[in-house]
């Protein structure tokens, strides 16, 4: 199993300041604007991963 994806900016502010949350698991706090929050995967998208380059697919 891989560690977990850590954000490099946070949401709110744009600040790299980010430290775990010990909350649980994907929760992060911002020592620069004060906030938690929280990031969670949601699953994949049903259009899925596109081939080619964006022009040739609409037949541009």
């Not at 850590?6 to 909350?23: I, K, M, S, V």
């Not at 998208?45 to 081939?51: D, E, I, N, Q």
Request: glycine letters at 12%.
């Amino acid at each position: 199993m891989s560690e977990r994806a850590a954000p490099f900016h946070c949401p709110y502010c744009g600040d790299e300041d980010l430290r775990p949350n010990e909350t649980g698991h994907g929760a992060w706090e911002c020592a620069a604007c004060n906030r938690a929050f929280q990031l969670k995967f949601l699953g994949l998208l049903s259009r899925g991963v596109a081939t080619g380059k964006p022009s040739e697919e609409k037949g541009i």
